[in-house]
């Protein structure tokens, strides 16, 4: 594990050991180069949270690829996570371009060089599936919270990627049906995306309430560059969790509560309903 301006850079165990392996099957210059490739991949989406002024934490290179863990303090866009994510698979498409250019001006080993070529593609082909924790994924459920409330966005993009990642099981599994041998690297994937995926469907409820907990101070720092208020028309007798679900990553809410046909009972900022719903002792929530 190094640090390097307060960044962790740091390799899973189980990394180290499929390089160690890597040496004594002959594989070596191939994983490094892999190694390189997913790297520079993960450089790219760090170089562009922290242009965007977001704190990296960490880029870790794991088994199946790497990951860099990019601290939201709240100001994450839905425009904003789309650029982070696909600044990773630009970089790609740029080393995919300059290896073009060393081929055709005859420089470096043709061999190596369609295998930089082939694992950029590859690579980058692959983040792009819509899976959490996959580029695709990021940028597919920044595009819902355009269209949808927040936590069915968390909800959606979590099926979406289950049901994506069981499609790369079925594929790493088909082979042996028609008497072949199974796809163990697309299988593997497959296993640890379905099971990320679901466990964060599972964590949904946490998921969310994290995206409620600094949304107050947030949305009062930046009220003039979000536009008109949205409104949302509820019963009094609505639960807190109902009407919050609601709630939209990049607009702020009004809250009109009725007590009945065409009877207005109050008009409740969205910051009134989140602190009543944490203040366990509080007053009621449309006090």
């Known amino acids: 594990m190094i640090k390097f301006k307060g960044t962790v850079l740091s390799l899973h165990p189980l990394f180290v050991i499929v390089m160690l392996a890597s040496v004594f ?30 704190k990296v934490r960490a ?30 698979p630009l970089q790609n498409v740029i080393m995919i371009g300059i290896t073009l250019t060393c081929r055709w001006a005859g ?42 409330p927040y936590h069915a966005t968390l909800l959606w993009a ?9 499609m790369m099981i079925g594929y790493g599994l088909q082979p042996l049906f028609l008497g072949g041998g199974i796809r163990l690297n697309v299988l593997m994937i497959g296993l640890f995306l379905a099971y990320s995926n679901f466990e964060d469907y599972r964590n949904v409820h946490y998921r969310f309430l994290r995206f409620l907990v600094n949304r107050s101070e947030i949305y ?3 009220l003039e560059g979000l536009g ?14 109902d009407i919050m679900r609601l709630f939209k990553r990049e607009k702020y809410h009004l809250i009109y509560v009725m007590s009945g046909p065409g009877s207005l009972l109050a008009v409740v900022p969205e910051q009134h309903v989140i602190s009543s719903y944490f203040a366990s002792n509080g007053p009621p929530w449309y006090a």
């Open 25 to 54: 099957t002959g594989r070596f210059l191939e994983l490094l180069t892999l190694f390189i490739i997913v790297f520079i991949h993960e450089l790219g989406h760090a170089a562009a949270a922290a242009a965007m002024g977001f």
């Open 59 to 88: 880029i870790q290179m794991l088994p199946f690829g790497g990951v860099a863990v990019i601290e939201d303090d709240g100001r994450m866009t839905a425009m904003k996570e789309i650029v982070i994510a696909l600044a990773g």
């Open 107 to 148: 420089w470096g080993d043709e061999q190596l060089l369609s295998y930089i070529i082939q694992g950029n593609l590859v690579i980058a082909l692959f983040n792009l599936l819509p899976i959490l924790p996959l580029d695709g994924g990021k940028v597919l459920q920044a595009v819902i919270s355009l269209l949808a």
């Open 158 to 166: 979590s099926r979406a990627g289950i049901l994506c990642s069981l």
């Open 220 to 222: 009062e720092r930046n």
């Open 228 to 241: 008109p208020a949205q409104p949302i028309v509820a019963d009094s007798s609505k639960p807190l969790d």
